[in-house]
């Protein structure tokens, strides 16, 4: 049986929203200007993969999460940011210490009092067709944080389109999901057709275009079920629709995420919800309707 959990007023949510802000989703573009630079960013995010272990407690988070393919994880580049680089890099004393310590400043991936930027996160670095890391997310562990540090954390450089993009040209169907973290659930629940964005506020012109470019015709909008991450959906599936690619809404628990969805109810349900999910038109012309009679 399909569940059936209460369902938000997208048409409302988007009506009340300025659609505009879709177009906004830039993250600050320091310069990644020298293959030394790019270098150093892929040593780096090589040693956070190397620190994820299998008895480290950041695979005891996976686990309590309901991800534990270790094969997966690899294929993924997913890492752990244990706070150990610091001492395995030259001292900022020496000219070479200080240089790539400068380097991994400018570019964001240490702060100014030297620390490293996703301490204490799982980070899920996105690789381009090269190789190359230009962007990634990261999922802090610790369950208390002191209050106003965030529990998610985003860099990107060049965006670098969709999370596990290679699932675009092997499916017309596509489960679009709003992070790494869920995308890598719902794989490890058996769903090979998913790709993740960096958040609700990541999805912009290269990820329609990389859906245009490819044989994708219909989208399964796996968001949150919360007030921001609908209205996002239904500006998502309102540019989507534009294109000609029909979308569906997978309807989670009201306030849960799919890992979330996952962790309370099980993988069965987790897949019940995505294979019920309901169809999704959004048009400008319905968003002003909608708008008015409000």
């Known amino acids: 049986m399909i569940p059936v959990f209460p369902t938000a007023n997208y048409h409302h949510a988007a009506a009340t929203y300025d659609p505009r802000w879709l177009g906004r989703m830039n993250f600050p573009d320091p310069a990644i200007d020298s293959p030394t630079s790019q270098t150093l960013v892929n040593q780096m995010f090589d040693y956070y993969q190397d620190a994820l272990g299998a008895r480290s407690r950041a695979f005891e ?73 230009t962007e990634a997310f990261g999922q802090r562990i610790t369950p208390r944080l002191r209050s106003g540090t965030p529990y998610q954390l985003y860099w990107s450089v060049t965006p670098a389109g969709f999370f596990n993009s290679s699932a675009l040209t092997d499916n017309r169907k596509i489960i679009l999901c709003q992070t790494p973290l869920d995308l890598l ?8 057709n998913v790709v993740s964005t960096l958040g609700t ?45 029909a979308c569906c809404r ?45």
């Open 61 to 133: 988070y996976l686990e309590q999460h309901g991800i534990n393919d270790l094969c997966l994880l690899k294929e993924m580049g997913v890492g752990f940011v244990d706070r150990t680089l610091g001492k395995q890099l030259p001292s900022g004393q020496s000219t070479e210490g200080a240089s790539i310590r400068g380097n991994l400043q400018r570019l964001g991936l240490l702060v100014g009092s030297g620390g490293e930027f996703f301490r204490g996160a799982l980070v899920f670095p996105n690789k381009k067709a090269n190789g190359d890391i």
């Open 185 to 192: 659930t719902l794989r490890c629940a058996g769903f090979n």
């Open 201 to 245: 506020r990541n999805f912009g012109v290269e990820h329609l275009l990389a859906m245009e470019t490819t044989d994708v015709s219909e989208v399964c909008i796996a968001f949150d079920n919360t007030p921001e991450a609908n209205i996002a959906a239904c500006l998502v599936a309102q540019v989507l629709s534009a294109s000609d690619i």
């Open 250 to 294: 997978a309807t989670l628990p009201p306030g849960m995420s799919v890992n979330e969805c996952l962790v309370a109810y099980g993988a069965a349900m987790l897949s019940s919800v995505i294979l019920g999910a309901k169809t999704l038109v959004q048009t400008y012309e319905r968003m002003q309707e909608n708008f008015r009679c409000d």
